[in-house]
């Protein structure tokens, strides 16, 4: 006769909908019971709709009577979902984009855009379909990391069909403008520019629309906000004092509007020697773990400064794309793989700490 544990073991086999992650291994499978009148199953599923409800329900029910060969009963702890409130809670999504994730930074020369870019092209690794919105208007450097030359198609309609390259669907205001056009705008313009990009761009299906923001917390930051529901802020930051004060400021201004913050990513966290390997704390080290900690969000990793990331960005091709088994690829990976779990779990009504 079948076991509890064996019973659990055959329900690793029940995907989560639309997630490769089994619902075992988001912790819902809470007890398995059997006794002379078949098998209960209780699973905790606190925030699904019905649907999904329904969906899991039928598959754990017949995935547990194939593997135990009796009547099984399935009961679902299920609490009401809770209603939306506060600043953005209208913020209407973009049609076919799942998750809408920005990278962010409370100051400029973190190297926020170099994060985004490999943070994009991880995520295609990790098997997803990826769009990159370049929101720096004043200085976009996204099409120089992409190696980008050709301007995006604007159709009869007027809307605009991104550029594809490397795997990513990618919009910047770097295509409309010569290297050497200083884009000579007052905010009204920028928050247009941010509108179009969002609204009128031909996204098509996307697991993940990722946004480069510009640094600080200005027209374009509040724009984003305030149009789209953003599954998170990513804050990238360096060591030294003067970045970290300005992570409270992008923190602050994520949870003012209701945006969960997925985590911290401590840029030039040291340098390795390419000679020696050695290693130097040339600004510190570990001053976005603990400003993590004082924030209580996660800690998504560390990024080394090392020639390699700085040369690859330069040609156009980033280290995860040129070199996805170079260690520090490694890292990039990982923090996509962070924020990945993360974004399953939140869907799944599973409490992220």
């Not at 006794?35 to 029910?61: K, N, P, W």
């Not at 720096?136 to 605009?160: A, C, F, N, T």
């Not at 390795?272 to 976005?288: L, Q, T, Y």
């Amino acid at each position: 006769m079948a076991t509890p544990q064996d019973l659990r073991e055959a329900l690793k086999k029940v995907k989560y909908p639309g997630f490769s992650r089994d619902i075992v291994s988001f912790g819902m499978v809470k007890d398995i019971q059997i006794g002379s009148r078949g098998v209960t199953v209780e699973l905790a599923m606190s925030a699904a709709s019905e649907d999904v409800v329904a969906r899991v329900r039928d598959e754990v029910a017949a995935t547990v009577a194939a593997a135990a060969g009796l009547p099984v009963q399935v009961v679902v702890e299920q609490a009401p979902r809770p209603a939306a409130a506060g600043p953005g809670a209208g913020r209407q999504g973009i049609p076919g984009v799942r998750h809408i994730v920005a990278i962010a930074s409370g100051k400029g020369g973190v190297g926020k855009s170099t994060v985004a870019v490999n943070v994009a092209c991880a995520f295609t690794r990790l098997g997803h379909s990826v769009g990159l919105l370049d929101a720096d208007v004043y200085g976009p450097s996204v099409p120089l990391m992409l190696g980008l030359h050709e301007k995006p198609e604007i159709r009869p309609d007027r809307r605009i069909r991104p550029v594809e390259r490397l795997g990513l669907t990618v919009i910047s205001m770097g295509m409309f403008v010569g290297e050497r056009t200083p884009v000579v705008w007052r905010g009204p313009m920028v928050t247009k520019l941010i509108t179009e990009f969002l609204r009128n761009v031909d996204w098509g299906d996307l697991d993940y629309l990722v946004l480069d923001l510009p640094p600080g917390t200005g027209d374009a930051q509040l724009t984003v906000v305030q149009q789209v529901p953003l599954a998170g802020g990513v804050i990238v930051t360096t060591p030294q004092d003067v970045a970290l004060l300005d992570v409270k400021r992008a923190v602050t201004m994520f949870r003012q509007v209701n945006a969960p913050v997925l985590g911290v990513v401590e840029n030039m966290s040291y340098h390795v020697c390419s000679g020696c390997g050695s290693r130097a704390d040339i600004f510190g080290h570990g001053g976005g773990e603990a400003m993590a900690r004082q924030f209580g969000v996660p800690f998504l990793g560390e990024i080394p400064l090392v020639g390699e990331i700085r040369a690859a960005g330069d040609r156009g091709v980033p280290l995860v794309a040129a070199d996805p088994d170079h260690p520090q690829s490694r890292a990039f990976l990982e923090i996509a793989a962070a924020v990945d779990t993360q974004l399953e779990e939140r869907a799944a009504g599973i409490e992220v700490r």
